[in-house]
């Protein structure tokens, strides 16, 4: 085959294996809350149906660059190389997790693999991308920052003040707006003006005269160019660019917020659950990100069906194998809980 | 040999003492480093010093980004309730993120602002927030009452590890007094004792220091023997030395310039119930700013707000708690 948008056949293979990585690794956080009730406790919030826009974004990356995402933040280090199964057990909250239980879910991290923290307070997490990009430009590291985030926080006074100070001060950053087109429960037609105008979320990129693109987040080579460029710009020292990643998340915001003993599932998707809209979820279950991207890569030749199922089948195992490794991981010791207060 | 410094200039001494050494020292903030003549500009750069928006969420929060990535950020707020506007990353992001990542990162930043501005400053730039904040594990607090202190907190914070919060008190920014020859730093969460005494134990922070040892000159021409503690940092806070204290006089005054129930004092009289209370003579008095905003007019906001009268009069009322009692 030919190389694809200058990706090499193994790239590739790469890229549409963090993919289902991604989807298969949600599947199980999903599947964990019917079949191990209480594992998992609190929010958790998936990333299923991101996975052209987190894997295309970062395989712009070079080594050292930084990953600063949201809440919704189990892919990125998926693809970063955190061990999954470290992931799982944080989750499960367990004492093999990555933050040895002191997160869970919405506040992961692994400054090892270049992704330092997530807040679970919306937006915030965007000034610390600019942060570290601060950093990155004083100590001359030349690292490029990449700040993930969805379409709701970029109505937080946090998005809007760190792009403007973010221009002024030409910082290595790259804003990813990841318009999932609802924000928690709410359609983003009910609380944008861009979007309740029929313009592009990217148009805030105006306000503080830095280039704003809107890109189709289904399409993993499509984010990669896009993605790209901005990393480039970054990189050469002209400052951050805003990208606007569309695509829809198949699973709802969060799993139901409810008080003990009642447990806690996933419920339907807001867009059937609160909206009745039933078709428009069916439209985005039909433009899956992972099946246009092996449509691809079994068409241009990358790789043929039995190759793409062995790699399904691998992803399948490794999963299983990390929920093994998670339910199997000791609960920390309580008074562990006095650990880390102060530094 | 001591040299007098003011107050405002000992903070400063302290930041350009830090620069010098350790280049991961950062500074910014609004309406500062606006041109090339600013002498932090001049001394380090517009890399290390910068100017911002008035954006305090982008701040503090780039603050903490840069902190986890090897800065040592010291943000300049001016005025403690703009903080407020940014309320989130200081409470609920920069002392949160170590804990939640299970010790993988840490959060070395400074945010300095002055506070307790009781020349007509009104309801919205006089207040004493730090009882928002000496409460959230994580977070440190520090409030210095003189140059000595306020040269030698500043340059432990910026040392510090852990997010600080750097409070210093508008009254006393012209203050001169001595500050130590050398590299003179004043550790977190050990209390000084000011002034020595027998009859009762006050405890003061900042701008309440000077008053309260005004207070103990008033005393003193009674034959009344108070001793000042100033905690210097509300969190950590020194609990043993004024337990000490208590000990030996077996009576305390608590002053503080917030209102009653959002002041350190509220916190310390619980300590001095939970650990000292076999050692009280009488009960614990409170001088706190009364329970209203800060009013505009003079008179009004000194009657408001704690002054060497009201401790004097507080100190004699535990006093007489123990000759009705003998």
New interface residues.
């Given amino acids: 085959m030919a190389a694809q948008n200058g990706l090499g056949k193994d790239r590739l293979i790469w890229m549409y294996t963090q993919m289902c990585r991604i989807r298969e690794f949600e599947e199980r956080v999903k599947r964990t809350f019917v079949e191990h009730p209480g594992a998992i406790r609190g929010h958790a919030h998936l990333g299923d149906g991101a996975e052209a826009s987190i894997v295309g974004a970062l395989a712009t990356r070079h080594e050292t660059d930084?990953v600063?995402p949201s809440y919704r933040c189990h892919g990125y280090p998926l693809v970063l190389g955190t061990p999954a199964r470290a992931l799982m057990a944080e989750i499960y909250q367990r004492k093999d997790?990555?933050?040895?239980?002191?997160?869970g879910s919405m506040?992961l991290?692994?400054?090892?693999h270049h992704f330092?923290?997530a807040?679970g307070?919306i937006g915030?997490g965007?000034?610390?991308?600019?942060?570290?990009?601060?950093?990155?430009?004083?100590?001359k590291t030349g690292q490029v920052v990449y700040s993930f985030f969805g379409d709701g926080s970029s109505k937080q006074?946090?998005f809007h003040?760190?792009l403007?100070?973010a221009a002024?001060?030409k910082l290595p950053v790259v804003f990813v707006l990841e318009n999932n087109e609802y924000q928690a429960y709410t359609h983003v037609a009910l609380e944008d003006a861009n979007a309740m105008a029929g313009h592009p979320l990217s148009q805030k990129a105006k306000a503080y005269s830095i280039p704003g693109e809107t890109v189709d987040g289904t399409d993993v080579l499509k984010v990669y160019e896009v993605v790209g460029k901005a990393a480039e710009r970054a990189r050469a020292g002209q400052g951050p660019s805003l990208v606007e990643s569309k695509f829809y998340r198949f699973s709802p915001h969060g799993n139901a917020i409810t008080v003990p003993p009642v447990p806690t599932q996933f419920q339907e998707h807001e867009s059937i659950e609160v909206y009745g809209r039933k078709p428009e979820f069916e439209a985005a279950q039909k433009n899956d990100p992972i099946s246009k991207f092996r449509a691809v890569l079994m068409g241009n030749g990358t790789f043929t069906e039995a190759e793409a199922k062995r790699i399904e089948d691998g992803v399948r195992q490794e999963m299983e194998e990390v929920v093994k490794f998670a339910l199997a991981s000791p609960l920390p010791a309580p008074e562990d809980a006095l650990?880390?207060?102060?530094? | 040999m001591p040299r007098e410094m003011m107050f405002a200039e000992a903070i400063a001494v302290a930041i350009t003492e830090e620069m010098q050494r350790d280049p991961?020292v950062?500074f910014y903030g609004q309406n500062m480093a606006m041109t090339d003549r600013d002498p932090f500009v001049k001394k380090f750069g517009k890399?290390?010093v910068?100017i911002?928006?008035i954006?305090?969420?982008?701040?503090?929060?780039?603050?903490?980004?840069?902190?986890?990535?090897?800065?040592r950020?010291v943000v300049e707020l001016y005025m403690s309730e703009f903080m407020l506007v940014a309320f989130?990353?200081v409470v609920?992001?920069a002392p949160r993120?170590?804990?939640?990542?299970?010790?993988?990162?840490?959060?070395?930043v400074v945010f300095k602002a002055g506070f307790g501005f009781a020349a007509g400053w009104a309801g919205q730039h006089s207040n004493c927030i730090y009882g928002m904040m000496m409460g959230i594990?994580?977070l440190k607090v520090a409030l210095p009452s003189n140059a000595a202190d306020a040269l030698g907190l500043m340059k432990s914070a910026i040392r510090d590890?852990?997010p600080v919060i750097y409070l210093h008190h508008y009254m006393l920014m012209l203050d001169k007094s001595p500050v130590p020859d050398g590299d003179h730093l004043v550790p977190f969460g050990v209390a000084d004792v000011k002034r020595a005494g027998k009859d009762v134990t006050i405890v003061a922070t900042a701008w309440m220091v000077k008053k309260s040892l005004l207070a103990a000159e008033m005393l003193a021409k009674e034959g009344i023997s108070a001793e000042v503690i100033d905690p210097r940092t509300v969190a950590p806070l020194d609990v043993a030395t004024i337990v000490e204290s208590v000990k030996k006089t077996g009576r305390l005054v608590l002053v503080d310039q917030a209102p009653r129930h959002s002041s350190a004092a509220v916190v310390i009289a619980g300590e001095i119930a939970d650990q000292g209370f076999k050692y009280l003579k009488a009960p614990v008095k409170m001088v706190t700013a009364l329970d209203t905003s800060v009013p505009y007019s003079e008179p009004m906001e000194s009657f408001v707000l704690p002054s060497e009268q009201k401790i004097v009069d507080a100190v004699k009322s535990v006093l007489a708690v123990h000759a009705a009692a003998v």
């Fill in positions: 930084l600063m997790g990555i933050c040895k239980g002191f997160g506040h991290s692994d400054p090892a330092p923290t807040s307070i915030q965007i000034a610390h991308a600019a942060g570290a990009a601060y950093a990155a430009q004083v100590k006074g946090a003040e760190t403007n100070l002024v001060w650990n880390y207060v102060w530094a | 991961n950062v890399d290390r910068r911002t928006p954006s305090e969420t982008a701040e503090l929060g780039i603050a903490i980004g840069a902190a986890m990535s090897g800065l950020p989130d990353e609920n992001e993120l170590r804990y939640m990542s299970g010790g993988q990162v840490q959060v070395p594990p994580g590890n852990n």
